[in-house]
Structures are given as structure tokens and as C-alpha cells.
């Protein structure tokens, strides 16, 4: 008789669900302490469903081939000056603040989910978070690849892990990952399995991405899909532990909406940063950000909701917030990166004639009558010699630590902001989310490192803001820093191409 | 109801599967992206290895679809058969 080969889900079961075993001599609680304090109630961990039903050895093997395609087009991109191929110099300012913002963060969700996978009681989620860990391993580990090669070429990228701990920006993806992993285990796969990989990281790895090959970045496109390609079952992974703890118990749907309201709103205030490089950053456009947001929020979230509806779970609140946000985020954000160049590890500029004209038939109902004067203002003194850079240090969100300069949605020439008093003292937000999220919390937010604070109490190595730059942040001033117009990245991009600018030409002439 | 969506990178292999998706589920909508294709379809999408297979003229398995996938939205279930999305509203 010939062996017939087990189907799919009998080899899930036997090389997953059979590696566990009984506690005969240990307490099951000593052995998952940290099952039970969030107040999240699991009567059967074997209810817990892997839809993908992959095992560790059908893992390796299609990473593997993940790998060798990816990799293949590192070396292809490499060898061919890629980096000459991009659209314009201008792009691969996106990719900076992709490698100094977004890979680090692949780097905290590996550890966060080695944590957690380590404190489930139920195999199932031990063993799909444990590939989820080692995928986001990856991740940074290709994005880091893909992105050295762009370090030879172009300024801002070498100390990016030094800069992440560090400058302000920077601080709000990371303090967005450290507020999800000092949660506990549940409140982590909700904030990061779900909130964020399901309802948000479409926004950031689809049309991103698709915007990377539409402007000849082949190994960006590249990490991307391939990265994306695990956040289809990460996506999963989260849809399925919402559903397993609405199913457990009923005492666990209040927990889980505060969550998803906490993580939606979280997440929506960090995805700023890629409205602006949708918007602002690329300079073939595919679509803008108010039109990914209603392609993978409004309509893939609306789905994903109204099928969760059964379980008593509904729509995020601010949700409508994020919705009117849509108008006026990207072109806020640019704005206020506009005003602190000096102070970031990458370019900005304003957007030339065609651009703002794209912008204008992209966002009717806002750029116009709001941003355009602005930016149009911006220009002029730009041309005249006073290119605008704002001197001093913003306010920041004791939330999500982006500087105060959200408008309120009625009125978007007021500047939102919100306070809370908390033991005689008192905090800031950008919005109500913001808000919320500390007063049911306080005792962790008012513990936040918020980087103008600590540059105000001395606590970053200078007493002024050239000196914070250069020797806390590690920022070769004039280099990494300033309008893109006039950069040395724009003088190499030039170069390149045999280039002059206008200002060169007259130069010559006279 | 609500549309599932799956979205594939733009090459050569993909192509075999987005033809196979197509004949499967006639109602379904292929929008052509760049680097990549992405196919909705209202309520339900399936893959089927059988008629995957029958495309591409070689044997394929339905985890295969890992390599090539970068998104999908609905409920998963995945067999040695097919791979499906379901939304219930």
C-alpha cells in the first residue's frame, strides 16, 4: 500500500496543535502569568482557528522562495545604478523617513510578537505568532538591505537607528510600538495584529509601494510586496484573534472595542506621516491619500466592520474624525515638515506648478481654498531669498507627540488642541482621540519622552538647537538637512544627469 | 454586501492565477495597477488550484499563492483545494 499524502488540515493539526502538551507538575498560570490581568476571559484556546493552516515546514519552504525573488532584484537593482532610475531625487526623501520611521518598527513587532507568543496558553496562537516573528525579522532585515544601497548615493540614511531613539519626529512611530508593547499580550495582538495590520498597513505597503514602481524604485516596490505578501496572513492572524476573544466570552467585547478605538485612533495620527509621502513625496503619482484612505479604509474597514457588527463591535470612534481628516492631513503634515526641515534628516520643498495643480483636482473641497495661498506664500519668499523655516519648538500631543498643528474639522484655520489636569498638572492633545486615550490612562502617558520637553530640560546633550542636531542626533548639518532646492542630494542628482539648474545657468552667463 | 478583494504582484505567474481567478468567479472586477493587479469581487472570491493548475499546464499548490500574494480582505479559509474569501454581510 502507498502512502497517501495527509491533507492540509491534518498536517496543521498534527505539527501544530499535537507539539503541545499538559502541565502534570507546573501551574498552568505560572506558566502564562500574563493571561489574565488585562480582564480578557478564554474558556477554550482549541477554538482558535488559523485559516492559512501553515506549518513551520511549508513556512520555510515559501520564504525561502520570498527570499530568492527579492533578492535577486536587490542585486539586479545594484548592478544596474538603480538608484539613477527613480523619477526624480527628490522620492527618495520618502525612503528615508521609510527607513529612519517604518523599518524600526518591524524590528519592535518581531520582539513583540516573540513576547507574546511565548505568553498564550493555546498552540495555535503561539505558533502564528511565532512566524509572524520571524517575519517581521525579515522585513527589517530587507528593508535595511534594500535601503544601503540608496546610503551610498544619496544623504540622511546612515544613522538611522541611532536617530530613531532619538529625534522628534521620529518619536512618534516609536513611541506609537513602545505604548503596544508595554501593553499586555491581548491588548498587543489587538493593537498590532489588528488595528494596525488589518485596518491600517494597506495604506502604508499597497498604494505606497505601488507608488515606489510607478517612480522606478524596484527595490522599494520590491521589499514592499514581498513584505505585504506576510501581512496578508498577519492581517489574518489579526481578523482571527478578534474574532476567537468576541467568541470566548461576552465580558471580553467592551475590552476589545476601548482597544480597537485606542489602536484605530493610534494609528490613524502615525499614518501621517504617509499621507504626505503619498501626497507630497512622490512625484509620479498613483493616487492620492484621500483616495487609498476610501479604497482601504472607508471601504475594506467598512467591510470589515459590518461583518463584526454580530459580535456587538462597532466602527471605531473618531472614526468620522479620520474620515473629514482625509481633506486636510496630508497637506497639514507637509506643512508642518515645511516648517522644521532645518531640524529633519531629510528634504522638503514646495510643490511646483503641475503639483500643485494635481493637488488642487485631487482634494476640490480643501487644497484651494486652504493650502495653495499658503504654500503659493511659502514660494514667494522662497524665490525672494527667505525660505521659511520655523524657529522655534512646537507644542507636541502628549499622545501621539506630533506637534500641535491639526486643525479642528469645522473650522481648518483653528488649530485643535485639548488639556487634561492630572494630579495638578497639565497635558496637551491634538484631538479628542488623544485625549481619551490619556485619561483612561494617565499613569502611563505622562511618563511619555517627548523630545521637545527633554531638549528644554537639558536632557539632550546642548543647551541650542544646532547643537541637538549635530552632536544628540547625529545630523550632518547643511548636508542631511534643509530645503531639497540647493542640497548636495541635488547637486549629485544633477550631475548625474547632466543637469543645471536655472540659478547654475545664470551663473555661468554672467 | 461587501466586496473581498485580493491583490497580486504584476507578473508572470500571476498572470496564470488572475486567468484562473476570472474563469472561476465571472462577476469578478481585475483593475490593473501599477506592479500589481487587484481583484474584488461582492460577498465571495475563490482560488482554485484545479483550474490554476489547469492554466499554468503544471502542478501548483494552493500555499504557492504566498509568493505572489501582497493583500487580501475577508474571511480566509484555505484547503489543499482552494483558497476562499467570505465576507457574511
Known amino acids: 500500500m502507498t502512502a497517501t499524502k495527509l491533507n492540509l488540515k491534518d498536517r496543521y493539526r498534527l505539527l501544530t496543535r499535537d507539539l503541545d502538551w499538559e502541565y502534570s507538575y507546573q501551574n498552568r498560570k505560572d506558566v502564562f502569568p500574563m493571561e489574565e490581568f488585562e480582564g480578557i476571559k478564554i474558556t477554550d484556546w482549541s477554538k482558535w482557528e488559523d485559516p492559512f493552516r501553515l506549518t513551520m ?16 532584484i536587490f542585486d539586479a537593482f545594484a548592478q544596474n545604478n538603480g538608484q539613477q532610475n527613480v523619477k526624480d531625487a527628490r522620492y527618495v526623501n520618502a525612503i528615508k523617513l521609510f527607513l529612519t520611521g517604518v523599518s524600526p518598527l518591524e524590528y519592535q513587532a518581531y520582539n513583540g510578537f516573540a513576547h507574546v507568543g511565548r505568553q498564550f496558553g493555546g498552540v495555535g496562537a503561539r505558533v502564528a505568532c511565532q512566524m509572524q516573528s520571524l517575519d517581521e525579522l525579515r522585513h527589517v532585515q530587507t528593508q535595511i538591505h534594500a535601503m544601503s544601497h540608496y546610503n551610498k548615493h544619496f544623504d540622511g540614511f546612515q544613522d538611522f537607528a541611532h536617530m530613531h531613539d532619538r529625534v522628534w519626529y521620529l518619536s512618534v512611530p516609536k513611541s506609537f510600538f513602545d505604548d503596544a508593547r508595554s501593553a499586555g499580550p491581548f491588548e498587543f495582538m489587538v493593537a498590532i ?31 514592499g510586496f514581498s513584505a505585504q505578501s ?28 476601548r482597544w480597537i478605538n485606542k489602536w484605530f485612533w493610534r494609528g490613524t495620527r502615525m499614518l501621517a506621516l504617509v499621507s504626505m509621502m503619498m501626497d507630497y513625496m512622490l512625484p509620479n503619482r498613483v493616487m492620492s491619500w ?44 507637509w506643512s508642518i515638515f515645511y516648517n522644521y526641515t532645518h531640524a529633519a534628516a531629510f528634504h522638503t520643498w514646495m510643490p511646483d506648478e503641475r503639483e500643485m ?32 523655516y520655523n524657529p522655534t519648538l512646537p507644542m507636541l500631543c502628549q499622545t501621539c507627540q506630533i506637534p500641535m498643528g491639526f486643525t479642528e474639522m469645522n473650522d481648518p484655520t483653528l488649530v485643535s488642541y485639548r488639556q487634561s489636569v492630572y494630579k495638578g498638572e497639565r497635558f496637551n492633545f ?49 548636508v542631511d538637512n534643509m530645503d531639497y532646492r540647493g542640497s548636495p542630494d541635488e547637486q549629485r542628482w544633477k550631475q548625474w544627469h547632466n543637469l543645471q539648474s536655472a540659478e547654475d545657468k545664470l551663473k555661468k552667463a554672467s | ?87 457574511n454581510q
Open chain 1, 357 to 388: 495643480d494635481w493637488l488642487s483636482e485631487k482634494y476640490p473641497n480643501t487644497f484651494d481654498k486652504y493650502y495653495r495661498p499658503r504654500f503659493e506664500h511659502w514660494r514667494e519668499m522662497e524665490r525672494a531669498g527667505e525660505r521659511f
Open chain 1, 430 to 478: 491634538c484631538s479628542d482621540g488623544c485625549k481619551d486615550i490619556f485619561d483612561h490612562e494617565p499613569e502611563k502617558y505622562v511618563q511619555s519622552w517627548l523630545p521637545v520637553h527633554q531638549i528644554y530640560q537639558g536632557n539632550c546633550g546642548g543647551a541650542d538647537v544646532e547643537t541637538v542636531l549635530k552632536d544628540y542626533y547625529k545630523m550632518n548639518l547643511g
Open chain 1, 57 to 72: 515546514d511549508a513556512y520555510w519552504k515559501y520564504q525561502a522562495e520570498k527570499e530568492k525573488k527579492l533578492y535577486a
Open chain 1, 230 to 257: 506576510d501581512e496578508a496572513r498577519h492581517m489574518t492572524l489579526g481578523l482571527e484573534i478578534i474574532k476567537f476573544l468576541l467568541e470566548q466570552h461576552p465580558d471580553n467585547v467592551p475590552i476589545v472595542q
Open chain 1, 290 to 333: 484621500k483616495e487609498a484612505w476610501e479604497v482601504y479604509f472607508e471601504e475594506a474597514g467598512g467591510a470589515l466592520f459590518k461583518d463584526l457588527a454580530r459580535y456587538g463591535i462597532e466602527m471605531p470612534a473618531y472614526a468620522g474624525t479620520a474620515i473629514a481628516e482625509k481633506e486636510h492631513l496630508s497637506h497639514q503634515t
Open chain 2, 1 to 87: 454586501m461587501s466586496k473581498v478583494y485580493i491583490a497580486l504582484q504584476d507578473n508572470e505567474e500571476s498572470h496564470y492565477i488572475v486567468e484562473a481567478i476570472e474563469e472561476d468567479n465571472p462577476d469578478a472586477t481585475v483593475i490593473y495597477q501599477p506592479a500589481m493587479i487587484r481583484i474584488e469581487n461582492e460577498g465571495f472570491l475563490a482560488v482554485k488550484r484545479e483550474t490554476v493548475e489547469e492554466k499554468m499546464g503544471r502542478d501548483w499548490e494552493v500555499q504557492a499563492l504566498h509568493v505572489n500574494l501582497i493583500t487580501l480582505g475577508g474571511n480566509v479559509d484555505e484547503t489543499d483545494d482552494a483558497l476562499t474569501l467570505t465576507w
Open chain 1, 193 to 223: 495584529g489588528f488595528s494596525f495590520e488589518y485596518v491600517l498597513t494597506n495604506l502604508l505597503f499597497v498604494p505606497f509601494m505601488s507608488g515606489a514602481a510607478y517612480n522606478g524604485d524596484m527595490a522599494t516596490v520590491t521589499f
